[in-house]
Nanobody, 121 residues
Framework: QVQLVESGGGLVQPGGSLRLSCAAS????????IGWFRQAPGKEREGVSC????????YYAESVKGRFTISRDNAKNTVYLQMNSLKPEDTAVYYC??????????????WGQGTQVTVSS
């Protein structure tokens, strides 16, 4: 079976850091692009970051640029999202998704179940 599982979420104070992980099973991530998305209560899902499989090109939403870093470890079949200088507005459920390429839409073929990130004092 094909599965993506997010982990690493939790409660953190403003200015703190978290590292999210997206682990794949049932397939290898080497040739897939992996995107991170988030959805806050009462708001629409938004794209956060993406890393391509072919050349590891990265993309970031303007709201997280300079604070978040996406990376991949193909030997571990895992993609990471390092989140620094967290703000209350970063509070959301974070999802990872896989497809052939990074793209502007949200119709990625594989999705994880999400992990909660809460930034509060």
């Amino acid at each position: 079976q094909v599965q993506l599982v997010e982990s690493g979420g939790g409660l953190v104070q403003p200015g703190g850091s978290l590292r999210l992980s997206c682990a794949a099973s049932g397939f290898t991530l080497d040739y897939y692009a992996i995107g991170w998305f988030r959805q806050a209560p009462g708001k629409e899902r938004e794209g956060v970051s993406c890393i391509s499989g072919s050349d590891r090109k990265t993309y970031y939403a303007e709201s997280v640029k300079g604070r978040f870093t996406i990376s991949r470890d193909n030997a571990k079949n895992t993609v990471y999202l390092q989140m620094n200088s967290l703000k209350p507005e970063d509070t959301a459920v974070y999802y990872c998704a896989a497809d052939a390429t990074c793209k502007g839409g949200y119709d990625y073929v594989y999705w994880g179940q999400g992990t909660q990130v809460t930034v509060s004092s």
